[in-house]
């Protein structure tokens, strides 16, 4: 837990910003998680704080959404309720839940309050999500002896997480993401699954451990069903050669089954199909090229590219990719003997597949690499290599190697030093917030949309959770400011989402994470017929009437008035 709190806090210098300055480190998706967080506390009740963000209107308007089913939102009123308790219990004894001072800053930034302590909401949001990941590495610990049926494989699989911690999470960077709620309940889950492949006997008490896990790892992440369907999908080989018992397997498949079960209402299942569509135009993307607006969107983001041909590269260096391939061999070459380490091979070829398609995925594959490395204590494997060399030399010499990198690793991100700064997204809050109606409708770039929404609690028409199909139709018009059509027709458009601010930023106009992955480049694909027309977003930014108003404007945000 330590680890990345001191990198969350090196990062950002997080404990000396103000409010203001905290949400704004939430970039896009995890801006809008937060909000949540922050209505239900903010509210009279936590009952009515729940309440209106089931009935959320602000959030795509006018329409009225369940936020909490839509964006998987459970963990925040989970941690919203704790945090109400928190307060309440340490107000009724006159306890002191953090302590504030005025910071300065350097001109022209005014003077700030900055509180610290569990008692500010920021603080503890994100002490929950580090404490549960924590706890995560006790569960690697676990999970790496009982598989390899020693306390050093335990060590081992732990070691190889902060030798690779930089493939392995992105929790001390973005701590908010489902991800960082979701991935700890799946590496319980498959402690339990583990204990269930190997004992002989059918205890009804693991069968329910592992449908709670289930439920636990499913609630965060819209993603977490297909994690489980690689699952079932490595499991039905060995059920298929007989290596499991069609009564475990059946009894596993029923556990899925259940979990999906509680899960399922229309408006859940409908968003399943939507996200399993899309999934399919990811992959298509991917592997036979197909593109269109909503695939570009996605495959230009760096998370969603392949796997950068670097990442086998640092596996290497800290020995993790040569122990792995080496315990994979001798489990195939030992295939009759011990199926249970068949289940966890295939189950690290399914992520490997994941991980190679969309470079975000490594967060599956490099723990469960950290967990198959324990296997190299494993005496059922190795048993004839240590009769000949002593045990502890063996493990301990690889260890040693290891860490030659691993250290360095560590050392390289314990050395990144920085301390949050963003004047023109402060400005263009401070705007908004005086110099607008409460209820002034704003659209925008989705990143920032989500800024707004929760620091200015104005209406939106477009945020960063894209999955939705709704969406992503509103995106594409909110986006059309960056394409080669006609104002008129993009103002028209937005009037008819009752747009009344749309905040264009200029680096959007020209930036590109890579070829064919800038706005402009995105909408010739979508739109070749409007190619030959001058970019709109160039003649916004020299004279954006009549149908457009430059009504604010600093080095990186103009706010235009919809006429």
Not at 177 to 203: A, D, G, H, K, W
Not at 372 to 385: T, V
Not at 419 to 426: A, G, H, K
């Amino acid at each position: 837990m330590y680890a990345p709190i001191t990198l969350f806090e090196n990062d950002r210098h997080f404990s000396h910003l103000s409010s203001l300055e905290r949400e704004m480190t939430f970039r896009t998706e995890m801006g809008l998680y937060y909000s949540y967080f922050k209505t239900i506390i903010e509210a009279p009740s936590f009952l009515k704080g729940l309440w209106m963000i089931m009935n959320d209107r602000l959030t795509e308007y006018p329409l009225v959404i369940n936020t909490v089913k839509r964006f998987h939102l459970y963990p925040e009123v989970i941690i919203a309720f704790w945090y109400r308790i928190f307060v309440g219990i340490m107000n009724l004894f006159g306890l002191e839940t953090k302590t504030c001072w005025n910071v300065t800053r350097v001109e022209p930034l005014n003077e700030v309050q900055s509180c610290e302590g569990l008692g500010d909401p920021a603080c503890f949001y994100v002490a929950v999500i580090f404490i549960l990941n924590g706890i995560m590495m006790g569960l690697f610990f676990i999970h790496g002896a009982y598989l390899s049926g020693t306390q050093l494989g335990g060590l081992i699989t732990v070691l190889c997480y902060f030798f690779n911690h930089g493939e392995a999470t992105r929790v001390m960077w973005t701590p908010p993401l489902r991800e960082s709620f979701s991935y700890p309940f799946l590496v319980l889950q498959m402690c339990i699954l583990t204990l269930i492949l190997r004992t002989s006997n059918n205890n009804r008490r693991h069968f329910i451990a592992l449908c709670l896990s289930n439920v636990a790892f499913m609630l965060p992440w819209q993603f977490a069903q297909f994690i489980l369907f690689t699952q079932i999908a490595s499991l039905f080989p060995m059920y298929v050669v007989g290596y499991i018992e069609p009564n475990k397997f059946q009894k596993i498949i029923y556990m899925n089954m259940v979990t999906f079960l509680i899960f399922i209402s229309c408006a859940w299942l409908c968003g399943t199909i939507i996200l399993k569509f899309l999934t399919s135009k990811i992959l298509a993307a991917r592997i036979l090229r197909y593109t269109d607006f909503d695939t570009l969107i996605y495959t230009c983001a760096p998370e969603f590219d392949f796997m950068e041909k670097a990442t086998p590269l640092r596996y290497t260096k800290t020995l993790l990719l040569p122990v792995v391939m080496m315990i994979t061999y001798f489990i195939f070459k030992k295939v009759f003997k011990i199926f249970i380490l068949i289940f966890h091979t295939l189950q690290l070829l399914a992520f490997t597949v994941l991980a190679i398609l969309i470079m975000r995925l490594k967060l599956f594959l490099t723990p469960h690499m950290c967990v198959m490395a324990s296997l190299i204590c494993s005496r059922r494997l190795f048993g004839w290599l240590f009769c000949r060399v002593r045990f502890e030399n063996v493990i301990f010499g690889i260890l040693a190697v290891m860490s030659i990198q691993g250290c360095t690793n560590l050392h390289n991100q314990w050395s990144i030093i920085g301390e949050f700064n963003n004047l023109p997204q402060e400005e263009l809050i401070q705007w908004i917030k005086y110099n607008t109606r409460p209820d002034a409708v704003f659209a925008g770039a989705m990143p920032t949309m989500a800024s707004v929404k929760l620091s200015t609690l104005h209406p939106i028409v477009n945020h960063p959770h894209y999955e939705d199909a709704d969406l992503r139709a509103r995106t594409k018009i909110v986006y059309s400011t960056y394409s080669r059509k006609s104002a008129k027709e993009v103002r028209d458009k937005l009037l008819e989402l009752h747009v009344n601010y749309y905040v264009l930023e200029e680096a959007w106009c020209v930036v590109r994470t890579k070829p064919g992955c800038s706005m402009l480049e995105i909408w010739d694909v979508e739109d070749p017929s409007n190619t030959a027309n001058p970019p709109l977003c160039s003649i916004l930014l020299k004279d954006a009437r009549p149908y457009f108003t430059t009504v604010f404007q600093n080095s990186m945000y103009r706010v235009l008035k919809v006429n």
